[in-house]
């Protein structure tokens, strides 16, 4: 079995220890950006047991009027990069074509999109539990040109 030399040690005390202030100083004062040195907000907090649940969602309307969801599975997106680009798509709902452009894509056979929206739903809680009851509000909305 070797031994560690002194050198080896000296560093590997000190990666520990800036390791250990990067976690300290991000934990008091980071941000998810900061990640995997700042706090993780995502699952930090939880809602109050009787106010709406969030869940954001895109939404497409086909050249024939039907509603599509648009998921990962629909465009390649992952929801966590949709959700973060929420405050653009609300500043400049043209952004949107790049979802539409995903879309596109991934499915060069699939219907064609007419509108594109960014849908806040609400779930209704009562005492923690869904009602099964939600509604929805528009964020941000784009017509698709060719």
């Given amino acids: 079995m070797e031994t560690i030399t002194p050198a080896g040690r000296a560093i590997r005390l000190a ?30 907090g939880v809602n109050p047991p009787n106010e709406p649940a969030p869940d954001p969602r895109i939404e497409g309307t086909t050249v024939d009027g039907h509603v599509i969801q648009l998921g990962e599975k629909q465009t390649g997106l992952r929801r966590a990069e949709v ?10 709902p043209s952004r949107l074509r790049e979802v539409v ?15 594109i929206r960014y849908v806040m739903r609400l779930h209704e809680i009562k005492t923690s539990r869904p009602t099964g009851k939600w509604s929805d509000s528009v964020l941000a909305s784009w017509r698709v040109t060719s």
């Fill in 101 to 115: 452009e995903a879309y596109n894509r991934r499915n060069p056979q699939g219907p064609t999109l007419a509108e």
């Fill in 15 to 44: 990666a520990t220890l800036i390791a250990g202030l990067l976690l300290l100083g991000g934990t008091l004062w980071g941000s998810d950006d900061h990640f995997p040195f700042g706090p993780f907000r995502m699952y930090a």
């Fill in 83 to 92: 959700e973060g680009q929420q405050g653009l798509f609300v500043a400049d």
